[in-house]
């Protein structure tokens, strides 16, 4: 089985990444861009039956940082 996990900043913490591709994408011409907030995407193989509830563990204790970071778990 296969799990996503999606990691985006927490709103309110600062995003100098985002901030980057946003002030990118205005060099570039795409002026109609409010704003940006980048995170990153985990995708796990995982052996068959291995519950949402280990996965989320897996999450906390090391994917994200939960402190400045939300996460979403989807099963594939």
Known sequence: MKARVTITLKPGVLDPQGRAIHNA????????VAGVRQGKVIELDLADGTSEAVIDDMARKLLANTVIENYRIELL
Do not use: R
Request: glycine share 38%; hydrophobic share 40%; net charge negative.
């Open 25 to 32: 994408l205005d060099g570039l011409g795409f002026t109609g």
